[in-house]
């Protein structure tokens, strides 16, 4: 089986081999794959992060041999905690690192992968000192970031995508999709038990999970609704002041933080 990395800053994951296809996820830079079919311009990969399957151009594979591959795996790697950062290659050009990137064997603000070698042009620590205080400063560095169906990055990413990332930076994994996310972590009962960085998931009238956000302090709710933004949460569900009505009906709310 072949494996590979995403070297660009992302990558469009389709959820058929057509660039007219839906845009169903993105790989981020550092974020690493398995092919599992591929056609003469597309390939059919599986995210190692979260499991995802989806078809990616042919063009904008970048391989890995086994060792290299198996290194990635097993190694730690750190994540780009800014809404947007910079990494040098040798040869001077930048790559855009969106938040969430994964940085292999980062060191001294250098981080490599398959005998390539990056610097960070900026700071990349964390904000804060516990978990619920590093997600908020991450959360506040979001807003304003516009909805996009399947998107990952600082340029548009949709409402698992956002609670997906923030998760991701303190080194938490979840799945891709809202519904799949909400079969993690442990049930809290009732809201008023709910703390900074549980997540909440909505769901439509059929009984669907349709939404995903994470839970701040001072009953609030930051999740991509239109763009990434902070709303009032209770136990009916999101209330937007500025419609002054609820737009979202709370169906079960999950702790993930240890």
Same mark, same amino acid.
Not at 35 to 53: A, F, N, P, R
Not at 87 to 111: A, E, I
Not at 211 to 221: A, D, E, R
């Given at each position: 089986?072949?494996?590979?990395?995403?070297?660009?800053?992302?990558?469009?994951?389709?959820?058929?081999? #057509?660039?007219?296809?839906?845009?169903?996820?993105?790989?981020?830079?550092? +974020?690493?794959?398995? *092919?599992?079919?591929?056609?003469?311009?597309?390939?059919? *990969? &599986?995210?190692?992060?979260?499991? =995802? +399957?989806?078809?990616?151009?042919?063009?904008? =594979?970048?391989?890995?041999?086994e060792?290299?591959?198996? %290194?990635?795996?097993?190694?730690?790697?750190?994540?780009?905690?800014?809404?947007?950062?910079?990494? =040098?290659?040798?040869? /001077?050009?930048?790559?855009?690192?969106?938040?969430?990137?994964?940085?292999?064997?980062?060191?001294?603000?250098?981080?490599?992968?398959?005998?390539?070698?990056?610097?960070?042009?900026e700071?990349?620590?964390k904000?804060?000192?516990?978990?619920?205080?590093?997600?908020?400063?991450?959360?506040?560095?979001?807003?304003?970031i516009? =909805?996009?169906?399947?998107?990952?990055?600082?340029?548009?990413?949709?409402? %698992? /995508?956002?609670?997906?990332?923030?998760m991701?930076?303190? $080194?938490? %994994?979840?799945?891709?999709?809202?519904?799949?996310?909400? #079969?993690?972590g +442990?049930?809290?009962?009732?809201?008023? +038990?709910?703390?900074?960085?549980?997540?909440?998931?909505?769901?439509n009238?059929?009984?669907?999970?349709?939404?995903?956000?994470?839970?701040?302090?001072? %009953?609030?709710?930051?999740?991509?609704? $239109?763009?990434?933004?902070?709303?009032?949460?209770?136990?009916?569900?999101?209330?937007?002041?500025? &419609?002054?009505?609820?737009?979202?009906?709370?169906?079960?709310?999950?702790?993930?933080?240890?």
């Open positions: 089986m072949k494996h590979g990395i995403c070297q660009l800053s992302c990558i469009a994951v389709r959820n058929m081999p #057509s660039d007219k296809a839906e845009l169903a996820s993105q790989l981020l830079f550092g +974020e690493t794959y398995r *092919i599992l079919d591929s056609t003469e311009k597309w390939l059919l *990969i &599986q995210q190692d992060y979260d499991g =995802y +399957e989806g078809w990616i151009d042919a063009i904008q =594979y970048f391989p890995l041999d060792q290299q591959y198996g %290194s990635l795996l097993h190694n730690k790697s750190a994540v780009c905690q800014s809404v947007l950062a910079t990494g =040098y290659g040798y040869n /001077g050009h930048p790559v855009l690192l969106s938040f969430g990137s994964t940085l292999p064997n980062l060191s001294d603000r250098k981080f490599s992968f398959a005998q390539l070698t990056y610097t960070l042009g700071d990349n620590r904000p804060g000192e516990s978990l619920q205080e590093i997600l908020q400063v991450q959360a506040n560095q979001l807003l304003g516009p =909805y996009l169906w399947g998107g990952r990055t600082a340029f548009g990413m949709d409402c %698992s /995508g956002l609670t997906q990332l923030l991701k930076s303190i $080194g938490i %994994s979840l799945y891709r999709d809202a519904h799949q996310q909400a #079969s993690q +442990e049930p809290v009962d009732f809201m008023e +038990e709910a703390k900074a960085g549980d997540l909440a998931f909505f769901d009238e059929e009984g669907k999970i349709i939404h995903t956000g994470m839970i701040l302090s001072n %009953s609030q709710l930051v999740h991509a609704s $239109g763009q990434v933004r902070i709303d009032s949460l209770d136990h009916h569900g999101i209330y937007r002041a500025d &419609q002054q009505k609820y737009t979202h009906k709370l169906r079960l709310i999950k702790r993930v933080l240890p």
